[in-house]
């Protein structure tokens, strides 16, 4: 019986085989979702440069003025340009428009819409809600995404002019600073809420000594204030989360947050970054600031990390959930802290890469994520100075109109 059996279980194995090797090789994985874009600002000219990273196609628009301040929408569809010294704001279409769960490409375009308030400053978006602060006049621009193309954006007032911040809320209604004076300087004191088309729901409860700072989850809002982080939920309620004993005069003035995690991040250049915990009230170190090396901090879109460049060139990635180091690597050479803003690097990040202007090379370049190896730089020309994601990364299926 063996000497049957064996030849036909060695055929068998032979057919099986032949069968595994005719499956088709996997394709290999691309080094970034085809569909994301990235919009680079120029450090001495009024243009922008939206840069496909994976075929290295370069578009220029011209824009209001150099050096704007660049935000993604909350879509990712279109990158917001804010130009303070030129009280612009303009709106870049990706052409990239996500739409349950596949893509649909457009053109790439400047949108219809444009704001010219004075003092445009402060930016926050959250599901399909943006809004801009307008310090020299106290109101905000606000607008949904599928409101730019149309230009339907609207400008409401809704405070006296002051260096201004807010939180847009799960139900579109906003947590907004307002200025009483109780404060010498153009930093608010209160915060209240209002709807999405101005009408006041609570008035600020808390008053501080001044508040700068603006962050949120959704269902609750924080503001950096020298008191404490002011925490403001949609029913109005407010209360203070008091900074550890070893603070002394410094306060957090930059904090950061995401629908994603329960918790902040706030930075102070005086000592570090930190975690912010409404749940227990507490505040702790995450990294500490030495001789102002910590130049660039955020969030990704998922919340899941965060990252801080220091000046020597390293990027730190801390578990945005844990607070732990995960990882870091050198991606830029080393620059000084005093250098001028328009003199150093920027990053920004994706799912899958990191990318960080070079100003030497005129270009931007393209580390892996993954282990933070260089993939290549991109030539985007003349000086770019900062650099923002939009369109899409999880590399969905793009499905034609």
Known sequence: MKKILLPALLVGLFVASCKKDDKPAPKPEQAEAA?????????????????????????????????????????????TVISRTANTVEFLNSGIEKHAGHLHVHLTEMAAQKFTEAGPTHYYAHDGLNAIFNDGTGSLSIFKDSELEAGNGRVLPVATPHHGAMV???????????????????????????????????????????????????????FGCPDGILTVQQNGTQSLIP?????????????????????????????????????????????????????????????????????????????????????????????????????????????????????????????????????????VGNKPFKVLVVGDQEGLEVIND
Request: aromatic share 8%.
């Open 243 to 379: 900074y550890p004993a070893d603070f002394g005069a410094a306060w957090l003035g930059t904090v950061l947050g995401s629908k994603a995690l329960p918790h902040f991040f706030g930075y102070t250049a005086a000592l570090g970054l930190y975690k912010i915990d409404p749940a227990t009230k507490k505040i702790t170190l995450v990294l500490k600031s030495e001789n102002s090396n910590i130049h660039q901090y955020m969030l990704d879109t998922d919340g899941k990390n965060l990252y801080v460049l220091l000046i020597d060139g390293t990027l730190k990635i801390f578990d945005a959930v844990t607070a732990q180091l995960k990882k870091e690597g050198k991606i830029t050479t080393a620059f000084a802290a005093t250098a001028a803003p328009a003199l150093k690097p920027y990053f920004a990040v994706s799912r899958k890469c990191v990318y960080i202007t070079d100003q030497a090379a005129g270009a931007v370049k393209m580390f892996s994520l993954h282990d933070l190896k260089e993939i290549s730089s991109i030539p």
């Open 168 to 222: 847009i809320f799960d139900d579109h209604t906003l947590a907004v600073t307002q200025k009483d004076g109780s404060v010498s300087g153009t930093l608010p004191e209160k915060v209240k809420i209002i709807d999405r088309f101005g009408t006041t729901l609570h008035e600020g409860t808390i008053a501080t000594k001044g508040i700068h700072g603006d962050a949120g989850n959704g269902k609750l809002a924080a």
């Open 35 to 79: 569909y994301l874009r990235l919009v680079v600002s120029d450090v001495d000219k009024a243009q922008i440069t939206i840069l496909e990273p994976l075929t290295k196609k370069t578009t220029v628009f011209p824009i209001k003025a150099a050096q704007p301040t660049l935000y993604a929408t909350s879509t990712g569809q279109f990158a």
